[in-house]
């Protein structure tokens, strides 16, 4: 094939149509597994930050605060009583970018455990989120802590938990998702 303007602009645009072809079949092909591990992966975390033997409401979405974002919240009950919640939370502050956190809450409020569904922080540090804010050492853990008589805030800011080792940003964006979902628990069991 000589090398002319159009037969580079035929060979780039068959390239690029096949390219695209191509994409778009992968996408169909793994849509729906991709949705469907993601939905697995949340049912896991909810079971795992509330206690056993809970029926879990199907989940709602909640406005906290007047941000455009919903935070979605799945109340739990115990033989017909309220028994805390699970809330998916988020935050967008995070080094680098987005947090997506469930948090479990039993019924006054208190944080009953966590886990991170997606985070892309810096390995090492940041994405160390998972394990530190469990450690009983210092003021790590949030878990059994309460915003009614603790300031989910790190210690640098004047709160009451102790910021990850050279993350403090993510620390940050950890808490405020926190501080997010404990304002959906609080604001969907008063009602």
Known sequence: MKSTLTNMVLSLGTITI???????GV?????EPIEEANRQKTTEAIAAVLPEGVEIAEGQEVIVGGESRPVTIYTATKDGQPA???VESYSLDG?????NIIYGFDAEGT???FEVIQQ???????AKMNDWFRMTEGRRSIIGLNSSANNLTVSKDG?????ITAATI?????????RRADAAFRQTTAN
Request: charged fraction near 15%; aromatic fraction near 6%.
């Open 18 to 24: 096949v390219a695209a072809a191509l994409l778009a």
């Open 27 to 31: 996408y169909s092909v793994t849509k």
């Open 84 to 86: 805390g919640a699970a």
């Open 95 to 99: 080094f680098s970018g987005e947090i």
């Open 111 to 113: 944080v009953t455990g």
């Open 120 to 126: 892309a922080e810096t390995p090492g540090l940041g």
């Open 159 to 163: 709160g009451d938990v102790d910021a």
């Open 170 to 178: 993510t620390s940050r964006a950890f808490l405020d998702a926190l």
